[in-house]
């Protein structure tokens, strides 16, 4: 059973920092991308960062660019998403995501491609 746990959410300021933590489990595939996805209430799911586990590619949305930075650990299991500088725009509800399927759209930050998700965690920034 495919498992994936987020932590590492809270409350900052602006211009703050927050690392994001996604451990899996039960996740047999060595080459596939692992996402990180965000939701504000009211707004679609939209795509924050991918990194493909079996090399070193990686895509950020273009809001993001420069502020965050997915990494992986894969003896933890582990993918993180550093994030930096953050502003008010970034609150959302983050979620991690495995098991990309390739068609349709072929873009890896599409929260249509992947399979399984993590239950969330809360990014606050606000003043």
């Known amino acids: 059973q495919v498992q994936l746990v987020e932590s590492g959410g809270g409350s900052v300021q602006p211009g703050g920092s927050l690392r994001l933590s996604c451990a899996t489990s039960?996740?047999?595939?060595?080459?596939?991308?692992l996402a990180w996805f965000r939701q504000s209430p009211g707004k679609e799911r939209e795509g924050v960062a991918a990194i493909y586990t079996g090399g070193l590619s990686t895509y950020y949305r273009d809001s993001v660019k420069g502020r965050f930075t997915i990494s992986q650990d894969k003896e933890k299991n582990t993918v993180y998403l550093q994030m930096n500088n953050l502003k008010v725009e970034d609150t959302a509800m983050y979620y991690c995501?495995?098991?990309?399927?390739?068609?349709?759209?072929?873009?890896?930050?599409?929260?249509?491609?992947?399979?399984?998700w993590g239950q969330g965690t809360q990014v606050t920034v606000s003043s």
């Open positions: 995501a495995a098991g990309y399927r390739y068609g349709g759209s072929n873009s890896v930050l599409d929260p249509a491609r992947y399979n399984y």
């Open positions: 039960g996740y047999t595939t060595s080459s596939n991308w």
